[in-house]
């Protein structure tokens, strides 16, 4: 049976993920030919191809897939050995590493982490934002212990610590001929400026399946990857725009907006969730945040 140094699979890992030799280069620190050295090495201890590259990057051969796998697990053991550690010396030292949509982001600033960093000030939170498709990859390859998603598919590898329901809203500035209405409906947002989010994010996705099943086209006066943007073109007074209650909190505690609800099934049933890869033991620190998130964040605090 061969035998491989198990330090090279990192640079077939990052290869992968990243897309190009290229790309994981520059994520690593080192030139390209660096990572093609340590795959051509790693290739040459297994006898086997590894990696296939084509214009549009690099692929893993079946192969190279098995070699993945193993270093994911490897990596997954590592994290739950770490995490025993820090159970033995405490909430003293260490990061949680969170990802999220830049919805969340705001709420989470001021109310999990203030108050998490206020009791454990040792530790340290790593909070990136991403859409909901990279949000799951990156919790289910273990690049980050917690996730917060809205509309998110479901997969087997994600568990979901709490769902709680946060129906889209229209959002308005509250001058808006809508800021009094009770309720709205898409046929009537057709005829507003609206901005929309757009990119891999649960948020649009779940506005396209509702302008799917409503057979309606939101034609967007502007379209923007931020939430920041979108909302500066509804307090600026050009239109109208589309979000859950949870992107806008601090706007709506200020009065700045109202969040109108929309009469669509899609809307009404959509959810946010708090993740973790399913079997991942977390570090008594990540345990501890996770908490702070239930008791700190209003959605799931209403929930209760």
């Known amino acids: 049976m061969p035998a491989f140094q198990d330090s090279r699979a990192r640079y077939l890992y990052e290869a992968v993920t990243c897309g190009s030799v290229r790309h994981a280069a520059e994520k690593l620190g080192i030139v390209p030919s660096a990572v093609s050295r340590q795959i051509s090495l790693l290739e ?20 190279g897939q098995l070699i993945l796998d193993y270093y994911r697990q490897h990596i997954a053991h590592q994290h739950d050995m770490l ?40 530790v340290s939170i790593a909070l990136e934002i991403y859409g909901t498709n990279e949000i799951m990859r990156r919790v289910r390859e273990d690049d980050a212990e917690i996730g917060l998603v809205y509309y998110a598919p479901a997969d087997s590898h ?43 994010y649960g948020i649009r996705q779940l506005v396209e399946y509702a302008e799917q099943t409503e ?24 239109g109208v725009t589309l979000l859950p209650q949870c992107a806008v909190t601090t706007e709506l505690a200020q ?45 799931f605090r209403e929930a209760k």
């Open 158 to 200: 994600i568990t979901a610590r709490s769902t709680v329901r946060q129906p889209m809203h229209a959002i308005v500035a509250t001058n808006h001929p809508l800021g009094s209405a009770t309720s709205t409906t898409l046929q009537a947002l057709t005829g507003w400026p609206i901005a929309l989010l757009q990119g891999v």
């Open 44 to 63: 040459e201890e297994l006898s086997l191809i590894l990696l296939e590259r084509h214009r549009s990057g690099v692929v893993p051969t079946q192969a």
């Open 83 to 122: 995490a025993k550690v820090d159970a033995l010396r405490g909430l003293h030292s260490g990061t949680v590493s969170v990802v999220s949509g830049e919805g969340f982001a705001q709420e989470l600033i001021e109310g999990p982490i203030r108050a998490f960093r206020a009791q454990y000030p040792a």
């Open 255 to 299: 009065g700045v907006v109202r969040a109108i609800p929309v009469h669509n099934p899609a809307f009404t049933h959509a959810e946010m969730q708090l993740i973790t890869r399913t079997g991942r033991q977390l570090s008594p620190a990540a345990n501890r945040f996770l908490e702070f998130c239930l008791q700190g964040m209003q959605a």
């Open 215 to 238: 057979k309606i086209r939101l034609s967007p006066a502007l379209t923007s990857n931020l939430i920041s943007v979108l909302l500066r073109f509804i307090t600026s007074s050009q």
